[in-house]
């Protein structure tokens, strides 16, 4: 399944970026002036990070979203420039001795083009594409931040649950997939070898009728699924988005369960990174998803941390409704607040029950830190000043990686979450917050209110107080520890609260 939408995302990006960069290339052979903006343009695009790329895509109208859609317009911008700057390099490659000759026999500028410069470029044509096609296999394990699917699901989750076998399956398999297109469009690369006999012509032309037909079918497809889910959105239907880490994921399948128990159609956008679960709700693309007080309090509306769990809400909530047209549920019952995590052993080896026990150490050990804590307010910056931190390293690394890293030694701290399955799983100590540095997290899920539902409200209102930080552990446990699937471990969590 994943493998099957990791191909069609390649190869349906790259038929679209042929079709679209193969005649701007041609263009661009004919209009100098045009040659320097486009190729420029092309270039910026590949150098937008594919996250930020994803971010700025979700709110724009008919193009942007969750899932597929959006991917495969970034895969596109992505896979432009090879095709593009091949075709150009490739057609002015040809010898002008060869032009002039078919101009002098009488040949049109059409003629020559088709007859003479396209399979003379051809090989160089289909390099740009095999270099596109590679990229695109690369960056397609990306798409799975945005719910798009594909290999990237394998790599993220085994991240997650530090699964080695999880990160190689995906890997791997991207990897081969990688080899083989590789290998196949270079047989292509040799049959559009031109050989003189006037082959390459009529293989061009199949080539291209191929690829329209397949973006013709692509986009009929399309249609008929966004045609399908505006009709369904109107009726009985609820969107569930969730953040990239198991916690979330969780919370997200415990509504989803909830509102399927009770005849309500919901649809799966889980393991979004970053910031995209926000911008997909403010957008419309999603309806509801987890969140954490102390998170849009400081993250999202950029206050200064206040240590008082109710004051949080209140404004959160608040503010949330007036600003975005939000509502925030009740709490869910615990807390997930930034842990600062050690090894077992040197816990106990140290007696570090406190992170100012850990603080004389601090100029010795190198620290683990995920990006989100680096940047924000609440974060790093304002942590290390309070406790008066000065570490040998700082290390900013995805969080998945910061518990590997720990366990193995690479680093002697990190800044994890406190409801964290892998705490128990790799023999991890969480240090006390004894100045009281960090705000409260407390869980909640934020919905938007044209979504809000009597159902929807019913649901929401039976999961306040419903989930103890110990069951929220256990949970996260059973997931990440036992390599349980998630489905399976709310199922069994819902029975029991029956």
């Known amino acids: ?119 003379l470029a051809m090989g160089v044509i289909v390099t740009g594409i095999r270099v596109a096609t590679v990229i695109a296999v690369g960056v397609t394990t990306i798409a799975a931040a945005v719910g798009a699917g594909g290999l990237g699901v394998y790599i993220f989750r085994g991240l997650r ?44 032309q199949r080539l291209l009728l191929v690829l329209i037909g397949i973006v013709f079918v692509l986009g009929v497809v399309a249609s008929f699924r966004s045609a399908k889910t505006e009709t369904t959105t109107q009726g009985n239907r609820v969107v569930i988005a969730s953040k990239d880490f198991t916690e979330s994921i969780i919370l997200a399948e415990i509504a989803a369960q909830l509102l399927e128990a009770r005849g309500v159609s919901v649809e799966r956008q889980f393991e979004l990174g970053g910031n995209l679960p926000h911008e997909a709700l403010l957008s419309g693309k999603v309806d509801l998803y987890p969140e954490y007080t102390g998170t849009a309090y400081a993250a999202i509306l950029h206050h200064t941390p206040i240590s008082n769990p109710r004051q949080v809400y209140e404004q959160v909530k608040q503010e949330y409704a007036t600003q975005f047209g939000l509502d925030i549920s009740p709490p869910l019952g615990f807390e997930n607040t930034f842990a600062m995590l050690v090894r077992g052993e040197d816990a106990r080896r140290l007696k570090l029950k406190t992170i100012s ?115 929220m552990r256990k949970l996260n446990y059973e997931v990440d520890g036992n390599k349980r699937d998630v489905k399976e471990v709310v199922r069994e969590w819902a029975a029991r609260r029956r």
């Open 1 to 119: 399944m994943l493998i099957r939408q990791h191909i069609v995302l390649v190869f349906a990006s790259i038929a679209i970026a042929v079709v679209i960069g193969m005649p701007t290339g041609i263009l661009l052979t004919r209009y100098r002036s045009l040659r320097s903006p486009v190729l420029g343009l092309a270039n910026i695009m590949q150098t937008i990070p594919s996250l930020a790329l994803f971010g700025f895509l979700i709110p724009l109208p008919f193009i942007g979203g969750i899932g597929a859609r959006t991917a495969l317009v970034a895969l596109v911008l992505y896979s432009l420039l090879p095709i593009i700057r091949n075709t150009v390099t490739g057609v002015l490659g040809v010898e002008p001795s060869v032009r002039e000759a078919a101009v002098a026999m009488g040949m049109t500028d059409g003629q020559v083009l088709r007859q003479v410069e396209l399979p």
């Open 161 to 204: 649950q530090y699964d080695n076998n999880l990160l190689l399956s995906g890997a791997l398999a991207a990897a081969l997939l990688a080899l083989v297109a590789d290998f196949l469009l270079g047989l292509l690369e040799q049959r559009f070898s031109f050989d003189g006999k006037g082959e390459g012509v009529s293989a061009i």
């Open 357 to 471: 026990d850990a603080t004389p150490y601090a100029p010795g050990w190198r620290a683990g830190m995920g990006q989100d804590f680096m940047s924000r307010a609440d974060g790093f910056p304002g942590f290390s000043k309070a406790y008066g931190l000065k570490f040998r390293e700082v290390r900013e690394m995805d969080l998945s990686l910061t518990y590997i890293a720990l366990a193995s030694k690479q680093v002697d701290l990190i800044a994890g979450n406190s409801t964290e399955g892998r705490i128990a799983t790799l023999d991890l100590v969480q240090l006390e917050d004894d100045r009281r540095y960090f705000p409260p997290y407390e869980a909640v899920y934020v919905v938007r209110k044209a979504a809000l539902t009597p159902t929807l409200s019913e649901v929401l209102s039976k999961l306040s107080n419903a989930i103890t930080t110990d069951e």
